[in-house]
């Protein structure tokens, strides 16, 4: 069974494809953790997922939200009007997950100064206290099939400041649609060694571009 890596570097990130029998995990990790702006996870050339930041005008009082859109498609794993389901390293994402959330708000904090009014401030995030948290996502192909993969989020937490953020550290989908992927599974570090150390290292010297970089056992 050959096995390829690819390394693409662009938009502070790195992206690493191990290929077997059942079609390859692809994972990106960010150097920069994201907080807005819109991904296209799988490469088709369609936004898959929007993180955006959205806030109250400065009459109102101070606040700011986390937000996400799903687009060309794609859903996150929760039910519809709910938060996003959290999933255990290693659990598997796939057709027998639940995909209803499109939109929503993740982490919001807030400070109200109304005139006459009591000062009141907090923050909040629909995934509970600061900590990292895996989630599930179903990507829509252009051939209308379905692809799983995961994102990992940072959260940040602090009602007594308040702050509330949400980051994007990386993420990881299964290219053979229909095929479910595990939380957290990324291209095992055996299928870079595999190719001997020496091996990628020249690939990577013979055939680096300024955005790409490819490693292929031959």
């Not at 109250?56 to 799903?70: E, I, Q």
């Not at 009141?120 to 909040?124: D, E, P, R, V």
């Given at each position: 069974?050959?096995?390829a890596?690819?390394?693409?570097?662009?938009?502070?990130?790195?992206?690493?494809?191990?290929?077997?029998?059942?079609?390859?995990?692809?994972?990106?990790?960010?150097?920069?953790?994201?907080w807005?702006?819109?991904?296209?996870?799988?490469?088709?050339?369609?936004?898959?997922?929007?993180?955006?930041?959205?806030?109250?005008?400065?009459?109102?009082?101070?606040?700011?939200?986390?937000?996400?859109?799903?687009?060309?498609?794609s859903?996150?794993?929760?039910?519809?009007?709910?938060?996003?389901?959290?999933?255990?390293?290693?659990?598997?994402?796939?057709?027998?997950?639940?995909?209803?959330?499109?939109?929503g708000t993740?982490?919001?904090?807030w400070?109200?100064t109304?005139?006459?009014?009591?000062r009141?401030?907090?923050?909040?995030s629909?995934?509970?206290?600061s900590?990292?948290?895996?989630?599930?996502?179903?990507?829509?192909?252009?051939?209308?099939?379905f692809q799983?993969?995961?994102?990992?989020?940072?959260?940040?937490?602090?009602?007594?400041?308040?702050?509330?953020?949400i980051?994007?550290?990386?993420?990881?989908?299964?290219?053979?649609?229909?095929?479910?992927?595990p939380?957290?599974?990324?291209?095992?570090?055996?299928?870079?060694?595999a190719?001997?150390?020496?091996?990628?290292f020249?690939?990577i010297r013979?055939?680096?571009?300024?955005?790409?970089?490819?490693?292929?056992?031959?």
């Open positions: 069974m050959s096995r890596v690819q390394v693409v570097r662009g938009a502070a990130s790195i992206m690493m494809a191990a290929v077997g029998s059942y079609g390859s995990i692809v994972h990106r990790a960010f150097a920069i953790p994201q807005d702006g819109d991904h296209d996870m799988n490469n088709d050339g369609h936004a898959d997922i929007r993180l955006s930041i959205g806030g109250l005008p400065p009459w109102m009082g101070f606040a700011s939200y986390s937000n996400f859109n799903t687009l060309s498609g859903a996150l794993a929760g039910p519809i009007g709910s938060r996003p389901m959290v999933f255990t390293p290693a659990a598997i994402i796939g057709s027998g997950s639940s995909f209803g959330m499109t939109s993740l982490a919001s904090y400070d109200y109304p005139p006459k009014q009591m009141t401030f907090g923050a909040f629909v995934f509970g206290p900590g990292t948290y895996i989630i599930g996502i179903r990507l829509q192909t252009p051939e209308t099939e799983y993969g995961w994102l990992r989020l940072q959260v940040f937490v602090d009602p007594a400041r308040p702050y509330a953020n980051l994007l550290m990386d993420y990881a989908y299964k290219s053979q649609p229909g095929v479910g992927i939380a957290g599974a990324i291209p095992a570090p055996a299928s870079v060694l190719l001997g150390a020496g091996a990628v020249a690939g013979r055939r680096c571009a300024v955005t790409t970089c490819e490693a292929t056992s031959e």
